[in-house]
């Protein structure tokens, strides 16, 4: 299944990760109570990309720390909302509800 990369970027950018343009990329950081958690994926900016593919993806889930493909797509196109991204890394112990760091 692909993703509309547009879509992505602005569900990110909604659930509470900062955009950082780069010359290759678009880097989106994860951030929890106002400070980066160190997780962070991103995206090729080229106009040639207007989808993100199987295998990016995956990449981006498991940066993402995501355990599954559907939870990616469900973060990337919106049935999981930001705040339910944060409960997930929580119970999962990605990330202490109380320091971020």
Do not use: W
Request: one cysteine or more.
């Amino acid at each position: 299944m692909k993703v509309d990369r547009k879509r992505a970027e602005q569900s990110l950018v909604e659930k509470g990760f900062r955009r950082d343009k780069s010359p290759g990329h678009v880097y989106f950081f994860h951030i929890h109570r106002g400070q980066e958690t160190g997780i962070k994926t991103y995206v090729s900016h080229s106009k040639k990309y207007k989808d993100i593919g199987p295998d990016n993806l995956e990449s981006m889930r498991r940066q993402l720390r995501l355990e599954t493909r559907g939870q990616a797509i469900d973060l990337l196109q919106c049935p999981m909302s930001g705040a339910d991204y944060n409960d997930y890394l929580i119970e999962m112990g990605h990330i202490d509800p109380e320091d971020p760091s």
